[in-house]
């Protein structure tokens, strides 16, 4: 069950505090904006002593795929933690300050691959530790080139879907299909790709709903994501596909439901960049709950 999996993948920031300058510890700061703020800039400005910046897009973005974000080849993500110094032998401990938004990507690109266990997600990340009053650096650390292994082909293929799994969930009702963008990108208002709009029959469920948004941005207590999805009919032995634009919140979303207890949840890493850019799938518009109109 991806739940089991994933519990003893957290850890908070008195355990990181304990083993600041262990050398088989990697800290990588993740954050990553769309606002037009640059994260290696922040980075900069700021980050957790003997942490090295990691650009999500860079490492597990296959920049050859026409469809935007989506999971590069498992030798090209291990070639880019090869090339930050992060080998076999390291523990990875990953930050951002969104709860993890952007560690949950680094986090599904693992877990897809075998590796999962390789990774740690500090709670809270830096928007905990900085309120903690923790000790922070500017300097950026040197890692020699190290040797990072994954194997070439999926070890937990069930943890992705794509077009045709969401096609034959709306068919068969084989999963639920969630969107866990904005509403304004769910109804259609904000169009971010040549169509917008939602998968048909989806249900919204916004993933900043499992985080203390305005507090240290700490995942809520799972049985508080175990009713909040409840009222969409969605339990933890529900099928569930995840989707966002780029497959990023998305995975947050798969990780904070795998973390509350839900057994069966994958990502489908193309959506909105690849479903709402198609001209051959079907879309619909408006509010949940058959308030939209099909197109």
């Not at 997600?121 to 650096?137: N, P, Q």
């Not at 969930?169 to 208002?189: C, I, M, N, W």
């Not at 596909?241 to 439901?257: D, E, K, M, Q, S």
């Amino acid at each position: 069950m991806v739940s089991e999996r994933l519990t003893a993948h957290f850890v908070d920031t008195g355990w990181l505090a304990e083993r600041l300058g262990n050398p088989l510890v990697r800290i990588v700061d993740c954050r990553y904006y769309f606002d037009g703020r640059d994260g290696y800039e922040e980075y900069r400005k700021g980050h957790i002593p003997g942490a090295r910046y990691l650009d999500w897009t860079v490492v597990t973005v296959d920049p050859h795929d026409p469809v935007a974000y989506r999971l590069a080849p498992s030798q090209y993500i291990a070639g880019r933690l090869g090339e930050l110094g992060i080998g076999d032998e390291h523990l990875i401990v990953g930050y951002d300050d969104e709860g993890g938004h952007f560690v949950a990507r680094l986090w599904l690109a693992l877990a897809y691959y075998g590796k999962a266990d390789r990774l740690r997600i500090l709670e809270g990340g830096w928007t905990r530790w900085v309120a903690e009053g923790r000790s922070t650096a500017t300097d950026e650390p040197v890692w020699p080139r190290a040797a990072f292994h994954l194997p070439s082909t999926p070890v937990h293929p069930e943890l992705v879907a794509d077009a045709r799994d969401v096609l034959e969930a709306l068919a068969f009702g084989k999963s639920v299909v969630l969107d866990v963008r904005r509403l304004s990108e769910y109804t259609g208002e904000e169009v971010r790709a040549r169509h917008g709009g939602h998968v048909p029959g989806a249900r919204h469920w916004f993933w900043q709903r499992s985080l203390d948004w305005d507090g240290l941005r700490m995942f809520r207590p799972p049985e508080e994501v175990r009713a909040g999805l409840a009222e969409l009919g969605v339990t933890t032995s529900t099928p569930v596909i995840t989707y966002c634009h780029g497959g990023v919140r998305a995975a947050h979303a798969a990780l904070a439901l795998a973390r509350a207890g839900f057994r069966h949840v994958r990502v489908y890493v193309g959506s909105w960049a690849e479903w709402g850019n198609r001209d051959d799938l079907p879309r619909a518009l408006g509010l949940p709950h058959g308030d939209g109109r099909e197109s």
